[in-house]
């Protein structure tokens, strides 16, 4: 696990069962709202919802770790340049699904942009090392996992669909059903025309019935062409034929469709058994954006206040000088008197 992360994790569970303040002293503060104040500025679902959970820390040792991460990114945003902080509350969600976990093309697509994301992270980080010594400590005990993506990109489309390169089976199967499918068609639209030339159908065209092509054949004409009756129209005078020179092409393309289908089962099984491996390394890392999320949005809603660090000594007694509420300050510049704070 990352030490960071695991680090403010234990800070975070610790004030949960120990806070600083019990739950009517905060309301009376008005910590909740200044919370929904930062948390306006994440861009995470789950980075709004721990700000809105956040309790303050008592301890000096969690205090000045939070500070560092700040203090190292400080200098760079204000240049405006901030980390890569992306939403990744999608594929945590998908990644924390209780087992049997099986993920359709379009949610392991999900969990792939989500590993680029965080590749992207990691890669910001180490390439301003000596910036941020902090942060990049933590971005080096990131596990590699994008060959994973790379995998999951090579087999699934846009759209979340297998593709026929998704193993060479695959593509030799949907070939083979393609070809078959116009063999099933070719052989039916043959009877179609003739049985139209002898006028023993009701309809001109082919119909489906279930999975089978069938003749619409006039109910006296029925035994006139050899074939399987698949159903009757509601009146009883159209039925419904296969013809026999096509029942066998049919009964090729299913057994095809069903192996098809099953490489294709395969394929997913598999791609979920690599998403498997790495989610809990990738649930890691997501905590690290989202704690990179909650670092971000406290230093723009700092700055929007015009807040103050505080100077924090062991056993000294608080003092507060010229001290501003962050919901005053809020009030009074909705009512257009800023200049009073």
Same mark, same amino acid.
């Given at each position: 696990?990352?030490?960071?992360?695991?680090?403010?994790?234990?800070?975070?569970?610790?004030?949960?069962?120990?806070?600083?303040?019990? =739950?009517?002293?905060?309301?009376?503060?008005?910590?909740?709202?200044?919370?929904?104040?930062?948390?306006?500025?994440?861009?995470?679902?789950?980075?709004?919802?721990?700000?809105?959970?956040?309790?303050?820390?008592?301890?000096?040792?969690?205090?000045?770790?939070?500070?560092?991460?700040?203090? *190292?990114?400080?200098?760079?945003?204000?240049?405006?340049?901030?980390? =890569?902080?992306?939403?990744?509350?999608?594929?945590?969600?998908?990644?924390?699904? =209780?087992?049997?976990?099986?993920?359709?093309?379009?949610? #392991?697509?999900?969990?792939?942009?989500?590993?680029?994301?965080?590749?992207?992270?990691?890669?910001?980080?180490?390439?301003?090392?000596?910036?941020?010594?902090?942060?990049?400590?933590?971005?080096?005990?990131?596990?590699?996992?994008?060959?994973?993506?790379?995998?999951?990109?090579?087999?699934?489309?846009?759209?979340?669909?297998?593709?026929?390169?998704?193993?060479?089976?695959?593509?030799?199967?949907?070939?083979?059903?393609?070809?078959?499918?116009?063999?099933?068609?070719?052989?039916?639209?043959?009877?179609?025309? *003739?049985?139209?030339?002898? /006028?023993?159908?009701?309809?001109? *065209?082919?119909?489906?019935?279930?999975?089978?092509?069938?003749? =619409?054949?006039?109910? /006296?004409?029925?035994?006139?062409?050899?074939?399987?009756?698949?159903?009757?129209?509601?009146?009883?005078?159209?039925?419904?034929?296969?013809?026999?020179?096509?029942?066998?092409?049919?009964?090729?393309?299913?057994?095809?469709?069903?192996?098809?289908?099953?490489? +294709?089962?395969?394929?997913?099984?598999? #791609?979920?058994?690599?998403?498997?491996?790495?989610?809990?390394?990738?649930?890691?890392?997501?905590?690290?954006?989202?704690?990179?999320?909650?670092?971000?949005?406290?230093?723009?809603?700092?700055? +929007?206040?015009? &807040?103050?660090?505080?100077?924090?000594?062991? &056993?000294?007694?608080?003092?507060?000088?010229?001290?501003?509420?962050?919901?005053?300050?809020?009030?009074?510049?909705?009512?257009?008197?800023?200049?009073?704070?």
């Amino acid at each position: 696990m990352i030490g960071l992360v695991a680090r403010l994790a234990a800070a975070d569970e610790r004030m949960q069962h120990r806070p600083l303040a019990a =739950p009517r002293a905060r309301d009376l503060l008005g910590w909740p709202r200044v919370l929904a104040q930062v948390a306006r500025h994440a861009r995470n679902a789950r980075a709004v919802a721990r700000l809105h959970q956040q309790i303050p820390y008592d301890d000096l040792e969690t205090i000045a770790i939070v500070r560092a991460l700040a203090d *190292e990114l400080r200098p760079l945003a204000d240049q405006d340049e901030w980390p =890569p902080v992306a939403e990744v509350s999608t594929a945590a969600d998908l990644l924390e699904a =209780p087992p049997p976990r099986r993920l359709e093309g379009g949610d #392991l697509l999900a969990v792939a942009a989500s590993i680029t994301d965080l590749v992207r992270l990691r890669d910001w980080f180490l390439g301003r090392e000596d910036a941020l010594p902090v942060w990049s400590e933590a971005a080096r005990a990131m596990a590699e996992c994008s060959a994973v993506a790379s995998e999951l990109r090579r087999c699934l489309d846009a759209d979340g669909q297998l593709t026929d390169h998704a193993s060479p089976l695959l593509g030799r199967l949907r070939r083979t059903v393609r070809e078959r499918e116009q063999q099933v068609r070719d052989s039916v639209q043959r009877a179609m025309s *003739e049985a139209e030339r002898r /006028g023993w159908t009701t309809g001109g *065209e082919v119909t489906l019935r279930g999975d089978r092509y069938c003749l =619409p054949l006039r109910s /006296g004409d029925r035994r006139k062409v050899d074939g399987i009756v698949h159903d009757r129209s509601h009146t009883g005078q159209t039925v419904y034929v296969e013809p026999a020179a096509t029942v066998h092409l049919a009964n090729d393309l299913a057994e095809s469709r069903l192996a098809m289908s099953a490489e +294709e089962t395969r394929i997913l099984l598999d #791609l979920n058994q690599r998403v498997d491996r790495v989610a809990a390394d990738l649930l890691d890392q997501i905590e690290l954006m989202l704690l990179c999320d909650r670092v971000r949005a406290s230093m723009v809603w700092s700055d +929007e206040v015009g &807040g103050r660090r505080p100077e924090i000594a062991a &056993g000294a007694a608080p003092r507060l000088c010229r001290a501003r509420h962050p919901l005053l300050v809020e009030a009074l510049a909705g009512a257009g008197r800023a200049d009073e704070v």
